[in-house]
């Protein structure tokens, strides 16, 4: 693949929609507020505005019906997904992520962590080495809710692929 953002972002969207038509295919309201909670820092990078929304169709204030609800949420899950999130609303999501453990870090961890995210905005290191770092305080920490969350590991782990390049290939921009 020449560029590695391109194929996150098709995997991401395609594993995210496939999760989306198991839980119609339920035809259950606690599936979908499961998927919503579960994918919550994950729309928070694609696109925070749909993010709003679709938890808003998920609450459900006007008690519509299953069906229009669904139908709704699809649309504006769409909508979440079109564009790739940038490299700034994925730091802005690990920062967030990393606030759930902040006082429970040494000065060196929380540096290292920081220095990662520095050289991902610089293209230097994947975003998968800042998310697994992430990963390994979930796991130290016991934290139930961030282990379930999308954004951490949005399609298997199998399908991704160690990149010698983290940067736009040859200088060109392949999103124009």
């Excluded at 928070?44 to 749909?50: C, F, G, L, M």
């Excluded at 929304?53 to 609450?59: D, Q, S, T, W």
């Excluded at 949420?73 to 790739?84: D, F, G, I, V």
């Excluded at 606030?99 to 994947?126: C, I, M, T, W």
Aim: charged share 25%.
């Amino acid at each position: 693949m020449l560029n590695p953002r391109i194929r996150e972002h098709f995997l991401t969207k395609l594993f995210t929609l496939a999760s989306f038509r198991e839980v119609k295919k339920s035809g259950k309201i606690r599936d979908l507020v499961k998927f919503q909670s579960d994918n919550k820092y994950l729309f928070t990078a694609y696109n925070q505005t749909e993010l709003r929304i679709l938890g808003k169709l998920v609450a459900n204030q006007e008690h519509k019906p299953f069906d229009e609800t669904m139908m709704s949420y699809e649309t504006h899950l769409h909508y979440a997904l079109a564009r790739t999130p940038s490299a700034g609303a994925n730091i802005n999501v690990m920062l967030k992520i990393m606030g759930y453990f902040s006082h429970q870090l040494s000065k060196d961890e929380k540096s290292f962590f920081l220095n990662s995210v520095d050289n991902y905005r610089a293209g230097r290191l994947p975003l998968s080495a800042c998310l697994n770092v992430l990963k390994s305080w979930i796991v130290r920490f016991k934290q139930e809710y961030l282990s379930s969350q999308t954004v951490l590991e949005p399609y298997p782990e199998p399908l991704a692929e160690l990149e010698t390049v983290f940067s736009e290939v040859d200088g060109k921009n392949y999103w124009k």
